[in-house]
């Protein structure tokens, strides 16, 4: 059975920084890439960083640009997404998505991801 679960989100002050990890299970990590999406309260999910099967390259949304940085670890079949500089409008529930294969100019649909996990919250205090 494919699974992912995303742990590390909770609450830190503007400015804080928060490492969220994505554990997968049932599927090789190795042929997937992964992008980690975020949702806040009364707005659609967006895709927040994507990571290709190999590493490289990575995607980023331009709001979390030089603040998140997104790594994975095959052989541990583990994704990180370290958030750093954080802000309040980073606010929202976080998940971590699975695809075989990404376009490079769809990796921020969620419509095109096969396996979802159940979120973390990110609460960002003002």
């Known amino acids: 059975e494919v699974q992912l679960a995303e742990s590390g989100g909770g609450l830190v002050q503007t400015g804080g920084s928060l490492r969220l990890s994505c554990a997968t299970s049932g599927f090789t990590l190795a042929n997937y890439a992964i992008t980690w999406f975020r949702q806040a309260p009364g707005k659609e999910r967006e895709g927040v960083s994507c990571?290709?099967?190999?590493?490289?390259?990575?995607y980023y949304a331009e709001s979390v640009k030089g603040r998140f940085t997104m790594s994975r670890d095959n052989a541990r079949n583990l994704v990180y997404l370290q958030m750093d500089s954080l802000r309040p409008e980073d606010t929202a529930v976080y998940y971590c998505?699975?695809?075989?294969?990404?376009?490079?100019?769809?990796?921020?649909?969620?419509?095109?991801?096969?396996?979802w996990g159940q979120g973390t919250q990110v609460t960002v205090s003002s």
């Open positions: 990571i290709r099967r190999s590493g490289q390259p990575t």
């Open positions: 998505a699975a695809k075989s294969w990404v376009i490079t100019s769809a990796w921020n649909r969620p419509d095109q991801y096969d396996y």
